[in-house]
Every structure is written in C-alpha cells, then in structure tokens.
C-alpha cells in the first residue's frame, strides 16, 4: 500500500467503516424500531453475497471481520454499551443464540465464508497455479487435518467434547478463511488488504479515543482496555503497513502519513491500555528489518538507527518512571511490559510454569484437545468470569505445545515459518513498489502475531486469525506473481 489512492480501496474502506458504524449507531437509537434498517441491510447483503464479484465481496468482508467486534471478547470492559453491538452479534455472536437456531453453535461470519468459498470455485487467477499458491493451500490442508487428527486423539484420551470444539474452532476458521483468500482475491487486490487495514486501524482508534476520554475519564477510571484485546493486533499492523509504505516509497506523502497516521495509531495503543501492543511493534519491527537484503536502504535504516536506537532506550528508561505525564504514556506501558513487576505478570508466569509442567506429561504426543492444563501452582481464582481459564490459557505457543507434542506443534506452528518463507521470497523478487511494501509488511505482521499469541490467548481471537489470513495470501500472490513472470531474487542496490 504505497499511497491512500482510488487504485487501492481507500476511499471504499472509509465508507464502509463510516456507513458500517452510522448504521449502528442509528439503530441504537432507533431501539425497537431496528427491523427498519433490514429495507436497508439485506439488499446489500444479498448483493455482495451472491451477485457481486467475489474478489469485491471478500474484501468487504475482510474489513467487517475487523471493524465489528467479537462480543466475546466483551468490548468496552463493560464501561460502555458499544454502538457496534448489534453488528458485533450478527456476524460474530453464535446462530443459537442470536438467530435462534439450534444446535448452530457457531457465527454467522462461517456462513458468510461458506457461501463465498461455493462461489470461488471457479475463480480462478494466473497465481493459483503457481507453486507458492499451491503449496500454502496444501499446506494449510495438512495443518487442517492435523487439528482434526487432535480433536480424536484428545477425545479418545477422555477430553471434554464441548471445551474442545471452543479451543478448535477459531484455529479451524482460519483455515477456511485463508484458503477462501487464496481462491477469490488476485494479486492485484492485495494492496487494498494493506488500505483496509490502515483505515479500520485509524477508526478503532478513534473507538479506543472515545471510550478512554469520554466515558472512562469523566468517571475518574482507568479502563482495562478501551476496546478489546486482540485490537493490538490490528493497531501494530496498521503500524507496520505505515513504516514499510515509508522504507520503500520514502516520499514526503508517506512520510506524512507515517508520522500523523503512525503517531495516532501510537495514540491508540495507550488509550486501549494494551502494553503487549508495544511488543507487538518491537518484535515486528525486528523482523522486518531482518528482512532487509544488503542495500542502500539498509544502510539508511542502520545509519537512522544509531540515533533512533539511543533516543528510544532513553525516552524509555526516563518515560518509564514519570508518573501521570500523556507524553510518556507509551514508554510507561513498554517498560511495565519489560520490568513485568506487577499481578498481571506474575499471574502469567504461574500459568506458564503450569502449562510446562502439563508438558513434562507427555511432550511427544501431547494431550489433544479436550484436556485441562495441569494447575499445580494456583494464586488467583478466575473460574467465575472465565470457566474456560484452564482449556484457554493465556500463551497460546506453550498451550499448542501440551496439546499437540513435538510433531502436532510443529505442524500447527508452521502456518508461521510458512507466511514468513513466502513474504521474504515475494520481497526479494519484487520490483513493484506496492508489492515490496505489501511483502515486507506481511513479514513484520507475522512478528506481531507470533507476539499475540504468547503473551494474550491470541489463538482464541478472531483477529490474529484474518489479519494472518491476509498475510500469507499476500506473500503468496506476490510470491506467485513472481513465479509466472521468470523472476528470481536479486539483490537489491
């Protein structure tokens, strides 16, 4: 995504979310009356369901899966009745529930990629053939039935049938949406990825804004978390988009972008109170710059990190310890998340000492799913608002690890080597602007997953799983791209 052009789904994206978020709030007001917006809703939605093309249609919902809110993960903490509310249940909350459907315990968002997914089959791009296209779908295939080979290891091994189906379900769903990815969109739609990404980024932020000064402050509180969890996903992404589009566009336009679009996304980082969101960023960062071939722009980067590096590691150490002041905000969030000298990290190393000590059980073959995490160390008692704490613990890496043992792990964990194999290769075999930026942002938002699902349940959140989906297929596309034109990968000057 080099520039907020027509070519890239800018100006869609900001009337999707703006048209998305005034229909919400109109039916909050309206109460009762809310079956008069459906004259509205359902044309559409039977338009992009069923008539419009399917590359068009997977964008806008790519762009609802990250703009609504899973209501499981209780938006707002609870400080606020979220205007999104309704839309957070008709797409994410279960058909059992919402719609009255039983024994349709599952969301609606599965329909929606079903009914794309039949009328993808005969999309059909020049990339889909390529090597890197099919081996991300074989891939994924394997990674597939390895979560079904688990689901019966862990239930002959006496799992519980229902915990089970909540640890697997949204790791199933990204193979369904990454594969529905692959087949409809084609490489020329992945720069709109990267756009819808930055806008819906932007406008959570302005969520997160709302919900930290204008409902938290008046009431002298300091929220949680102003939206939810798994935005530190979306807002370090977005962050990363921004400085890939600045190393390799390197215009005064991207340099604008990056710093009052950057600063603000930074902005919605504090006010959303995730100090993982930070580490997000580092650990993306790294990657991308690892990603760097010998060349003139890695020697920029070196020379501006010589200055960036000491200014960061003194605003950090001195921000860290300055009290209530808004302009150390961030320093104070990452050196918390580097003292980890409070409740929530000790809270976290417990359950990591928990979950090793369920691995020393069975390390090769693990326990499938179904089973408990073994609770030898116990401080706090949670079971009350979350009694699935023991199925669903908050490292998501160790937990795979008990589940899966050393083969299962690795399998389940090597969606992540994969995306990044791919995007590094796409980079180095790129000479279009728009698909360096898109490959070497894919390389860094695997970073922030990867830091997710350590540090906070990132594998029971639905937006690691979208965000990752758009990742591989642009890797793979570009990837492709490359195959079917004869490019190999050069060094760059």
Known sequence: MARFGDDHWFKESVAWVVGVFTLALVAQWLGGAQVALLVIVLPIAYHYLFRAPVHESVKVLFLLALFVEPPDLFPGAGYWDSPLDTANRMLYGFLQKTWGIPGAS??????IVGILTYRARKVDPPENATPSVRV???WLTRVLYTFFALE?????????????????????FRIFFTR??????RKEDVPALGTILVVVAIFRGFIAAWVYL???????????????????ILFAGAFLVLVAAYLEDRSKSSLVRLGLWGTWLMAAMVFNNRRLAFVCVGLGAIGMYAALPPSKLRRKVNKFLWVLGPTLAAYV???????????FAPAR????????????SDSRDIENNNLLATLNENPVLGSGFGHEYKEVYKVYEIAEFFPLYKYIPHNSVLWLWTVGGLLGFFLMWSLYPLAAYLAARAYRMSYVKED????????????????????DVGTNAWMGHIVYAAVLVAAAKISGAGELDGLVPVKRE
């Open 106 to 111: 599952f969301p609606f968002l599965f329909v």
């Open 136 to 138: 991300a779908r074989t």
């Open 152 to 172: 019966a290891w862990g239930i002959a091994r006496q799992g519980a049938i229902q915990p089970s189906y909540f640890q697997s379900l949204q790791l199933v």
């Open 180 to 185: 529905l990815l692959l087949r409809a969109l």
């Open 214 to 232: 204008l409902v938290c402050r008046p009431m002298g509180i300091v929220p949680e978390y102003a939206t939810h969890h798994a935005d530190s």
């Open 317 to 327: 150490l001195i921000g860290g310890e300055k009290g209530d002041n808004p302009l």
């Open 333 to 344: 969030l990452f050196y918390s998340a580097l003292n980890q000298k409070d409740a929530s």
């Open 436 to 455: 360096r930026i898109a490959s070497l942002a894919a390389f860094g938002v695997v970073g922030v997953i990867i830091a997710m699902d350590w540090g």
